[in-house]
């Protein structure tokens, strides 16, 4: 098998990101025994019982004038082929395919001969005779004699080989251009098998994340970055589930937004003249507002989509009452020397840190879910965390 040698570059900004796009999208049509590396034989490839079956070189244009990447004597154009070239030349078999994918839409008459599709009568030797005709032209100014330009010698180096060997690899060579990688989720839901009523976005951003982590732990430990298929649907098939959990248990607190006027709204709530009582600092109380209104949003949510019945709620909060007055009462006899408020932090405290209570039987650990229930409940009066704020 042909690996990088002197293009093995570093991935760097946005090209590098198209890699990972397109590593995913490997996995996702790759067969059962297919693995996939990035920046190992080239920039993504698909492989088989170390039989390359697909190579490619990505090319992220960030340019205005993005149609000029690709061009008939474009420096990524070239490097492209000498890369494939040179993989033949020292590896001897010649990948399956070769994919040159770019999101720009490159023109040029190179190019429009590879986009025509496979199979088109002569397409091949059309594409070596647009390769021989840019390799004749020359920059302007040039002058007899003067050393060829850097692309001239990456040019004269590809044309070097014979026309037999450049039919044979052009007529391996797709164009994908204008690649999107927004647009192509839809399809690697499907070939991944993601239910269709899944969080396929969450599943997918999951997916790429660790693609990210599985390469950058190789590539720091000097390994080849590496993916098999089989890896790659283990790991979705463990997002798809956790999805499932997802749409009936409530979302991290980070993805749930507290507005400034929900704050002050709420300065003026049973629960937090509570805490005041008990003499919570602000950060301590501005916390609670946020676990509070945090609470009620996913308990409205998840009662409205029928995912956590409120039937369901009422015994959690039932439970909650149980541990709050167990608490409460062996504090009222073991604290007795400690004085109203401090007695009431000590219950406070002793009755919501480092506890998780479960939904329906499932683990739930998002703190604002049972803290936010706790303030839930002190606001109806349920329980009281001063011992002398009045009857519960």
């Given amino acids: 098998m042909a690996t990088k040698s002197d293009h093995n570059a570093a991935p760097m900004a946005s090209g590098v990101v198209l890699q990972f796009e397109r590593a995913l999208y490997h996995l996702a049509i790759a067969g059962d025994g297919e693995a996939v590396s990035v920046e ?3 920039d993504v490839a698909r492989t088989k019982d170390g039989k390359v079956r ?3 070189q990505d090319k992220k244009s960030v340019s205005p004038r993005s149609n000029a990447t690709l061009g008939d004597r474009h420096i990524g154009l070239w490097r492209t082929l000498q890369i494939w070239v040179e993989g033949i030349r020292t590896g001897g078999q010649p990948s399956l395919s070769y994919l040159l994918v770019t999101n720009a839409q490159p023109k040029g008459k190179i190019v429009d001969a590879i986009r025509k599709p496979a199979g088109v009568p002569d397409r091949s030797a059309e594409i070596v005779t647009a390769l021989r005709a840019a390799g004749k032209v020359r920059k302007v100014g040039g002058t007899e004699g003067k050393a060829p330009s850097k692309i001239q010698e990456t040019i004269d ?8 060997m450049l039919t044979d690899l052009a007529g391996r060579i797709e164009l994908v251009e204008k690649f999107d990688a927004t647009a192509m989720r839809p399809d690697v839901a499907a070939r991944l098998g993601i239910h269709p009523d899944a969080d ?3 599943i997918i951003d999951a997916t790429l994340g660790w693609i990210v982590t599985r390469l950058r732990e190789a590539w720091d430990s000097r390994a080849a970055g590496v993916i098999t298929k089989n890896e790659c649907l283990r790991y979705v098939r463990t997002k798809e589930a956790q999805a499932a959990r997802r749409q009936w248990m409530p979302r991290p607190g980070r993805e749930i937004h ?3 006027d929900e704050i002050a709204n709420a300065r003026g709530r049973t629960f937090v003249d509570q805490l005041k009582r008990i003499e919570l600092d602000d950060e301590e109380v501005f916390e609670a507002i946020e676990h509070w209104v945090q609470f009620n ?9 029928g995912d956590i019945d409120d039937e369901i709620w009422v015994d959690r909060g039932d439970r909650l009452r149980q541990r709050w007055q167990a608490i409460e009462r062996h504090a009222r006899r073991t604290r007795q020397d400690l004085p109203p408020v401090e007695r009431g932090y000590h219950v406070y405290s002793e009755t919501t840190l480092n506890h998780q209570e479960p939904i329906d039987g499932h683990p739930c650990a998002e703190p604002y879910v049972t803290t936010g229930h706790f303030h839930r409940l002190a606001d109806d009066k349920q329980i009281r965390w001063h011992p002398e704020y009045g009857d519960v």
């Fill in 54 to 56: 697909a190579q490619e």
């Fill in 157 to 164: 180096d590809v044309l070097s080989e014979s026309d037999a």
């Fill in 200 to 202: 396929r976005d969450f």
């Fill in 258 to 260: 507290v507005g400034g």
């Fill in 40 to 42: 190992q034989v080239d």
């Fill in 297 to 305: 949003t996913e308990k409205s949510r998840l009662v409205k989509t």
